[in-house]
């Protein structure tokens, strides 16, 4: 793969111009971008597009960013599709000229999984219409946020399964990553719930696939890390919306005691949602188990049925809106994001044998700053995920482990270290047989890649050779390179 670099004029035009400037060719001589195809001799004009592709400074430095604020690679474009046939029509043209590509949704990542350094950055904040609410799905295009679907759904009388504990990621992004939340103890992952999808391959052809249509490129692509398709719409389940969430949360002494109740409460799928926090106190650390029932009144749900035999210290119960319950922490996180601290996040998951020494280990060695303020602690039942690549332990109830650092202040060093624990805590959770959930900041090797991918590693590098035969797609995973 060559590497190009941004031509003079394309970055003169760039700084200069108020609005985005677009890109009308490419310069194989100085491999760069032009905004003007006249003035170069042999530059080969970009094919029409519906929408638009920009070489600005603000454009590329956003798509050079993310949550985490660590990895900025800068692309030499960024489109703003305006149609399925845009993102195609670059990805043949980045084939062709040994360019990569990155589809970015909301940029939430936390260590470049969604830049493209020297490449084509394609922002799907453009291709996000919901196209249609029918009875038991939605047709919605990749660059729609969560958000925005569940208004929809919810108006509909509808909801999606599960939902991520953040709303503002985009459709697609998640799809390509899994997507857990407290609904995962009773329909699986964001990607379990796919009816089917469209997508660009890494060859720039659309095609369509569903668990009977081209299922391969289907059970490839949902959690596949954008490494063989951009997705581009998707029919996801919708099943029938309860209006109010009851909301218990169940204190426990010790961590022992939570998992236990945990685990208790995961067996019979008591709760329609279930999750567990942990977070620092002036003498150690508070455990919080998260039980949430979904239901419409006049039906109500009984509580000592719910909670006696899970015997908390102490309880709060408190009832709000369902749709209040699944945006409860937007505001939260918009907040935060304007404070552009950098976020060198750990996820992992954890076999069910081994998640308590481990976790008890990681508490001993995590200062409340280190932390970056809750850490999520949560059992799933691993026989209600089905996509081969999401990976997790075999085992059949694992622990997702979710330590959401932020660096405040901002500081470079403090960062680096924090990214240097999180990869001797990933190192320690894989001795144990655990997994990472990739979306934090760990510094993976090829080689941890083909560890993490045990014995789908022969099928994931295959379907990269099938699918994306000249690995133009999502370098900044960094599993092929
Ligand atoms: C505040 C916050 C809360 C979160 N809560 C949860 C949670 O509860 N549960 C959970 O599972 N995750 C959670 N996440 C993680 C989140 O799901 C992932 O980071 C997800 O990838 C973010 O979606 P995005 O739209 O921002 O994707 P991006 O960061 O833009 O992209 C993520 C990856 O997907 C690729 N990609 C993006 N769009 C597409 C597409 N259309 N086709 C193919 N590949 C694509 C990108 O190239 C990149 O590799 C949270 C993140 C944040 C910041």
Redesign the pocket.
């Known amino acids: 793969m060559r590497k190009l670099q941004i031509s003079r004029r394309a970055v003169l035009a760039g700084a200069t111009a108020t609005a985005a400037a677009t890109v009308v060719a490419f310069d194989p001589a100085n491999l760069g971008w032009l905004t003007s195809a006249d003035a170069a001799p042999g530059a080969i004009r970009v094919p029409d597009l519906d929408g638009e592709l920009v070489v600005d400074e603000e454009s590329r430095a956003e798509a050079a960013d993310?949550?985490g604020h660590i990895v900025h690679r800068t692309p030499i474009a960024v489109l703003r599709p305006g149609s399925v046939r845009d993102i195609a029509t670059i990805i043949r043209f980045a084939n062709d000229h040994g360019l990569k590509v990155?589809?970015?949704?909301?940029?939430?990542?936390?260590y470049g999984?969604?830049q493209a350094g020297g490449g084509v950055v394609i922002d799907?904040r453009t291709l996000a219409t919901i196209h249609r609410i029918g009875t038991g799905h939605a047709v919605v295009d990749?660059?729609v946020q969560w958000l925005d679907l569940i208004k929809a759904t919810l108006a509909a009388g509808q909801t999606p399964p599960v939902a991520?504990?953040?709303l503002g990621?985009?459709i697609?992004?998640?799809?390509?990553?899994?997507?857990?939340?407290g609904a995962t103890s009773h329909y699986g992952l964001?990607v379990d719930n796919v009816l089917s999808l469209e997508v660009v391959t890494g060859t720039g052809e659309i095609v369509r696939c569903s668990p009977s249509v081209r299922p391969g490129l289907f059970h490839a692509?949902l959690g596949g890390?954008?490494q063989f398709?951009?997705?581009?719409r998707a029919t996801v389940r919708l099943i029938p919306a309860a209006t109010t969430a009851r909301v218990y949360h169940l204190f426990y002494p010790d961590l022992a005691s939570m998992t236990a109740a945990q685990r208790t409460a995961l067996a019979d799928r008591r709760f329609s949602y279930l999750e567990g926090q942990l977070a620092p106190t002036e003498t150690g650390w508070s455990y919080m188990l998260e039980g949430v029932m979904y239901y419409t009144p006049p039906a109500e749900p009984d509580d000592d049925a719910l909670i006696a035999d899970l015997e908390p210290a102490s309880t709060e119960i408190v009832d709000m809106p369902y749709f209040d319950w699944l945006n409860r922490?937007y505001d939260l996180?918009q907040q935060l994001m304007a404070l552009r601290l950098p976020?060198p996040w750990i996820n992992v998951f954890l076999p069910d044998e081994a998640t308590d020494a481990y976790v008890t280990e990681l508490l001993a060695e995590t200062t409340p700053a280190d932390a970056g303020g809750v850490v999520l602690l949560y059992p799933v039942s691993s026989g209600l995920l089905g996509q081969p690549f999401v990976r997790v332990p075999d085992s059949p109830v694992v622990f997702l482990l979710a330590l959401?650092r932020a660096v405040s202040p901002p500081d470079e060093a403090e960062t680096q270290r924090l990214i240097a624990v999180n990869r001797s805590q990933y190192d320690r959770a894989v001795a144990v047989g655990g997994t990472h959930?990739p979306?934090g900041a760990i510094p993976l090797t090829e080689p941890d890649w083909k560890t993490h991918y045990g014995d789908q590693w022969p099928a994931f590098r295959a379907a990269k050779r099938k699918y994306d035969p000249r690995n133009v797609l999502?370098p900044?995973?960094t599993i092929f390179r």
Do not use: C, E, N
């Not at 697609?172 to 939340?181: F, H, Q, Y």
């Not at 398709?229 to 581009?232: F, G, R």
């Open positions: 993310d949550y990155a589809m970015r949704g909301q940029g939430h990542s936390t999984q969604a799907s990749a660059g991520t504990d953040y990621l985009s697609g992004g998640t799809l390509s990553v899994g997507g857990i939340g964001l692509v890390l954008g398709a951009v997705i581009v922490i996180v976020g959401l959930y979306v999502t900044g995973q």
